[in-house]
């Protein structure tokens, strides 16, 4: 691939008519230059991110979603000590860490530039087929990582792999085994109060209703880039505390739920573009934090969770409620829980797997 000096042609300075031309091509070769300068630039302060980083074992791989869990470990810095994840070993220099890394989706926007810049290798050829390896550009980011550090036993064990189980949870299951252990957990939210208070993350919100009983703060998921549409995921995280879940619902709460739904597909509209009729918006049950939060997706992206083992549609929840008040708390729920998990745990010491 040649290089922006490689495809200007030699010049004879001698030549009065040609130096206007070479004044013109050295001057996009120093914008170029100074672009690609500003881009570093920019990102140099987060190159190095992993650059210490000490690979202890793969947690999980996933295929389908192109996407590997890490467990490793990086240096620990003074600023780390006051995460609030959990205990860190002061005689240690080094702590525990979750890396999530997935496959970016491909921009249309960009593809045809991004596909000329890369390197390939040719793997296979028989007639009017081939198949390459591809090596891509180092100026166009193709993964996204998410970083936990420093990481808890709790974070290495939910991003690990783990055996799955069905558990049809009547509400006396509810009561006697799945609410103590809730209860008893010590998984921190804290960093969903800090997006609630807007001491982390404002500049994220999409939109916020302030009000404490049926508001609510609108966020891009981590998952999404806020490029894609088409992978667009946003979570609605309540004001309203004491909420956990599904399972708290009754029909008092239709108002709120009504000024998600509503609110939240108007905001998506107006600033994304996506109408209601191409968003998925649902609840996951058990949800993965226990703070009451609904997730909005697009149609098109297949994301994790929205299997009938997991998710519960928002106007479903709705219509429920509507029809009976106290809905979530007589149903019988089923969902996945895997082996170590502590609900898996508590169920296990119940004697409810066989």
């Known amino acids: 691939m040649s290089s922006p000096d490689s495809q200007t042609p030699a010049v004879n300075e001698s030549n009065a008519n040609d130096k206007p031309a070479l004044k013109e091509r050295e001057a996009k070769k120093r914008k170029l230059s100074g672009d690609e300068s500003e881009m570093l630039a920019s990102s140099s302060s987060n190159m190095s991110a992993f650059k210490e980083f ?6 999980r791989e996933d295929d389908r979603h192109k996407l590997i869990n890490l467990h490793g470990s990086l240096p620990l ?3 780390d000590d006051d995460s609030g994840s959990g205990p860190v070993d002061s005689n240690s220099e080094e702590s525990d860490a979750v890396v999530v890394l997935e496959r970016k989706p ?12 890369t390197k390939t290798k040719e793997t296979l050829h028989n007639d009017i087929y081939s198949t390459f390896e591809i090596f891509s550009t180092p100026n166009k980011a193709d993964m996204r990582a998410t970083l936990i550090f420093p990481a808890t036993e709790k974070h290495i064990s939910k991003y690990s792999e783990h055996q ?12 006697d085994v799945t ?6 957990s010590k998984f921190s939210i804290q960093w969903v109060y800090n997006i609630l208070d807007k001491t982390k993350e404002a500049d994220r919100i999409v939109t916020e209703d302030s009000d404490p009983e049926t508001g609510f703060v609108l966020i891009p998921d981590l998952k999404w880039d806020r490029q894609k549409m088409e992978s667009l995921y946003l979570v609605a995280i309540v004001h309203k505390r004491g909420l956990r879940s599904l399972r708290d619902l009754t029909a008092e709460h239709l108002p709120l739920l009504k000024n998600v739904l509503q609110k939240g597909q108007a905001a998506i509209k107006e600033q994304f573009g996506v109408g209601s009729d191409k968003l998925r918006i649902y ?7 226990y703070h009451l939060h609904i997730h909005f997706s697009h149609i098109r992206f297949d994301a994790p969770g929205t299997d009938v083992m ?8 709705i219509d429920n409620l509507s029809i009976n008040p106290d809905f979530y708390k007589k ?6 829980v895997r082996d170590s998990d502590q609900l898996y745990e508590a169920y296990e010491d119940n004697g409810y797997f066989q």
């Open 179 to 184: 609410l103590p252990c809730i209860e008893a």
């Open 106 to 117: 491909f921009d249309p926007t960009s593809i045809e530039e991004c596909i000329r810049q």
């Open 54 to 59: 000490k690979l202890i074992k793969v947690l």
């Open 283 to 289: 609840f996951h049950y058990q949800p993965s934090y």
């Open 310 to 317: 997991r998710a519960h549609l928002l106007s479903d929840v």
């Open 77 to 79: 810095k003074k600023s």
């Open 331 to 336: 149903k019988t729920l089923s969902y996945v």
């Open 164 to 175: 799955p189980f069905i558990v049809n949870e009547t509400p006396d299951l509810y009561r």
